[in-house]
């Protein structure tokens, strides 16, 4: 398939999965980097990171077997300098749990232009210089793959109900992506809570560019939210978390990633394949 059309395909099915419901929108942190957009696309490398060292190793592999492009999962470029403008779609993951809107459009604003300062200084365009002096075909694709992983976990969790915390650890650790990660170490587990403590009502913070503010958890605690589900949690939000009395299970942040990049390329791909290499942390599951 076209480089364009892969791109497309990918936006489209994110768009879907968006947990706004589906409209028409942009996501910053996903973007053709660099490329032809009429490239004709059979051989992809595929990494949760790729930076310069890893496109390096994508030329060698382009000199000794063929190769027509790169894919990141986290974003480079003009799509890591701006990929803060997603976030907002967190406002309306808290307005369906009970948070009001003028709240938590207030809590996001504040911690999106925290993070903004935090990109604002560096220097993103390295990788993208490095895949241009190589001229290798460039993307990533952030949201449009986290979009995946929080339908999915949200649609797993509701299906099979789980009573107990670690009951919520049993179904996780039966995802292959999870299942893998066990064996990496870097399986799921309860931070915050006793495994046999009760669920309640679950968050499940899986999208929206990065993690959200640190304001937001004693909110989600009087809405009735008891088990937060997250890729990953700073130290800061942890105190917050603990503070706030809720339950933490963190699903894994490279595992939870391989699941939504592996459901993505499952719908790009229908029944035209890809051959797929994998490299930096992603291993390839077709289901």
Known sequence: MKLSVLFNRAVKFGREHDPRGKGNFDYADSRILYGKPDTEVKKVMV???????????????????????????HPEGRAWASFYEVMRLQIDMLKKVGIPHSVAEALLEERKREVE?????????RAVDAAGLLDIPFMCLHTVADNFVSFFIQRLLRNKNPKRLKDVIDILEDVPEYKLAIKEKSGPRIILGNPNRPVGKVFVEMTGGTEGSRGVFDKLYNAGIRTLVSMHLSEEHFRKVNDANLNAIIAGHISSDNLGLNLLLDKIEGKEKLEVIECSGFRRIRR
């Open 117 to 125: 300062r935090r990109v604002l200084p560096a220097n993103h365009m």
């Open 47 to 73: 990494g949760v990171d790729i930076e310069v060292a890893e496109l390096l190793l994508a030329d060698k592999i382009r000199q000794n077997g063929g190769l027509d492009l790169v894919i990141s999962h």
